[in-house]
Nanobody, 112 residues
Framework: VQLVESGGGLVQAGGSLRLSCAAS????????MEWHRQAPGKQRELVAS???????NYADSVKGRFAISRDNAKNTVSLQMNGLKPEDTAVYYC???????WGQGTQVTVSS
């Protein structure tokens, strides 16, 4: 299993970023995929998940601002992040729970 994230960067508060995760080595379209994040000095936390059928779930802290989606034809899962806040600053990881596989992470930094 290989998960490769892209799309992180530096953005001002209120701005937007879109993260993408390309998966290989799995039968992508039948599995739930997740995005997690880890801020400095904090535990890694679940941000959003999406099932094979497209049902989504979000952490309370990002509801209404973030949107997870998937493209099964391209084996990708994305996280659209709008209305970013400084407290969203973290390394964001793509996660495949059925295989306990993590991507390498991508840094998101939100300046105030």
């Amino acid at each position: 299993v290989q998960l490769v994230e892209s799309g992180g960067g530096l953005v001002q508060a209120g701005g937007s970023l879109r993260l993408s995760c390309a998966a290989s080595g799995i039968w992508f379209d039948i599995f739930t995929m997740e995005w997690h994040r880890q801020a400095p000095g904090k535990q890694r936390e679940l941000v959003a998940s999406i099932t094979s059928g497209g049902s989504t779930n979000y952490a309370d802290s990002v509801k209404g601002r973030f949107a997870i989606s998937r493209d099964n034809a391209k084996n990708t899962v994305s996280l659209q992040m709008n209305g970013l806040k400084p407290e969203d600053t973290a390394v964001y990881y793509c996660y495949f729970p059925s295989g306990a596989a993590w991507g390498q992470g991508t840094q998101v930094t939100v300046s105030s």
